[in-house]
């Protein structure tokens, strides 16, 4: 009995230790993150109503870069890391840091005299191209070059530095004002556009959504001071801008495992483009690359998250997004081995069943968005 009293007392040691790494589960299960909770499925139908107003609306569908704009533009484009710089930086890229045309809180649209100038005829070169692969060359390219290296991660690797679009476009809006030549204004501000919703990420296709709202003030300006007839363009109808900005957010909670289950099949089951769906399933690759090193198959009690990697493997089987990045990441989790802890040394006990459970949540709750942008739409939003 006394031998047997070592074994017994080691087997109830090892019941508590599983009792308390259950309760802890239970209680982290119990107590999901604001923003799961926030993204009910009644926003999740609304969502998917507004793809199908957007797929009507819409003046064009998701990218298929066959003639690269990055021949003109990767020379011009840096990242925002710090490390990439633009080969040759673009004078209306230096200009966007002032916002000088936004001037004692006027409309940009008042300052057509006034705006900096200087060579707008990229607009009309990049006519010549359908689409933008930002990783073909230049900064970019030395970008992707680096994953792998120690300290390269998601969180880490630099986006193209594409808010200074923005800029181009009021300018090329202006000149389009001052010598009567709108309508092929309007045409290049929108082809802007389709190119930088090319940039797949988040930033890229707000910055995308972003032009559209800046060619529908110029349109309305030029309609109003009778520089071109109210039928001769069709802008973007009313409301569609504030539905992309929702959407690109909310795919990111679709994909990254926010809304409820099923909600990726439906989401792939729609027919033809949708647009930000690269940029969110690149945000999803990315903190899921962080997380998948905790995931494994379920133990009892514990919960299972499994499902959300196994519908992003499926996606990259058939979406046409490049993701060069986000897939040479996703390919090989164990980048985020030390992301976690000051000293870059992980816990010894993090990959443990139940004690992952606690390393999950922690994980998560460092990349809390709130993905659900519904019932917002009192808001309101300037662009980035």
């Not at 501000?189 to 990420?201: D, G, Y």
């Not at 099949?265 to 990315?286: D, H, K, Q, T």
Request: charged share 20%.
């Amino acid at each position: 009995m006394q031998r047997r009293l070592p074994l017994v007392l080691l087997a109830l040691g090892a019941l508590a230790l599983v009792a308390t790494a259950a309760g802890i589960t239970f209680l982290l299960r119990g107590h999901p993150r604001e923003d799961e909770a926030a993204f009910p499925a009644a926003h999740v139908d609304a969502l998917f109503a507004d793809v199908a107003i957007l797929q009507a609306d819409l003046p064009f569908g998701e990218c298929r870069v066959t003639r690269d704009a990055g021949l003109l533009l990767n020379p011009l484009i840096g990242l925002d890391d710090g490390v990439h710089a633009a080969a040759r930086p673009p004078w209306w890229a230096a200009a966007s840091e002032g916002d000088l045309l936004r001037k004692g809180g006027s409309k940009w649209t008042d300052h057509m005299n006034d705006g900096p100038r200087g060579d707008l005829s990229i607009t009309t070169a990049l006519l010549a191209f359908d689409g933008w692969d930002s990783t073909s060359s230049g900064a970019g390219a030395a970008a992707l070059a680096s994953v792998g290296e120690p300290g390269v991660t998601p969180l880490t690797i630099g986006i193209p530095q594409v808010v200074g679009f923005q800029t181009l476009a009021r300018l090329r809006l202006l000149e389009g004002l001052r010598t009567g030549d709108m309508l092929r204004a309007l045409q290049e501000v929108r082809h802007l556009a389709v190119l930088v919703a090319c940039e797949e990420s988040i930033v890229g296709q707000m910055v995308a959504v972003a032009i559209l709202r800046i060619e529908g003030d110029g349109y309305a300006a030029a309609v109003a001071r009778g520089a071109i007839a109210r039928e001769a363009w069709t802008p973007l109808p009313e409301g569609s801008v504030e539905r992309l900005k929702r959407v690109t957010f909310g795919l990111v909670g679709i994909y990254a495992g926010h809304a409820p289950p099923g909600s990726v099949e439906r989401l792939e089951a729609v027919p033809g483009p949708i647009f930000g769906r690269c940029g969110a399933l690149s945000e999803a690759m990315g903190q899921w690359g962080l997380y998948r090193g905790f995931v494994g198959d379920p133990w009892p009690f514990e919960g299972d998250h499994t499902g959300v990697t196994e519908a992003i493997d499926r996606v990259l089987e058939t979406t046409p997004c490049r993701l060069r990045a986000a897939r040479a990441f996703w390919a090989d989790p164990q980048w985020a081995t030390s992301t976690f802890t000051e000293d870059g040394e992980e816990a010894p006990w993090a990959r443990l069943p139940y004690f992952r459970e606690y390393t999950l949540h922690t994980l998560m709750g460092t990349a809390s968005v709130n993905y659900d942008q519904y019932g917002r739409e009192g808001e309101a939003w300037t662009g980035l």
